[in-house]
């Protein structure tokens, strides 16, 4: 079955740095894009970045110039490099492909911004 696995998420302090990762398992990711969402407690999901199949990106204007997307050569697998955590990050982050198939929503990666 295939499907998508979020990690690399944790405990970070203000102005800290994580990356996560989200490895897709067969071709799922190979000639699609990939997004980035996250879900604060009591808040919607929340779009955070996108990278098309060509490599083109986009970002929410709340994470631009502080967050990266990007995905490995063979294509299996898509980051986002986080820099400058702010305790508004805090929220547990989902990674789908672009198109969004609703089957790949999985369990997500918990990041806490906290001193």
């Known amino acids: 079955q295939e499907q998508v696995v979020e990690s690399g998420g944790g405990l970070v302090q203000p102005g800290g740095s994580l990356r996560l990762s989200c490895a897709g398992s067969?071709?799922?990711?190979?000639?699609?894009?990939a997004v980035w969402y996250r879900q604060a407690p009591g808040k919607q999901r929340q779009w955070v970045a996108t990278i098309g199949a060509s490599g083109v990106t986009g970002y929410a204007d709340s994470v631009k110039g502080r967050f990266t997307i990007s995905r490995d050569n063979a294509g299996n697998t898509v980051y986002l490099q986080m820099n400058s955590l702010k305790p508004e990050d805090t929220a547990v982050y989902y990674c789908n492909t672009y198109p969004i198939l609703e089957r790949y929503w999985g369990q997500g990666t918990q990041v806490t911004v906290s001193s």
């Open positions: 067969g071709s799922i990711f190979s000639s699609a894009g």
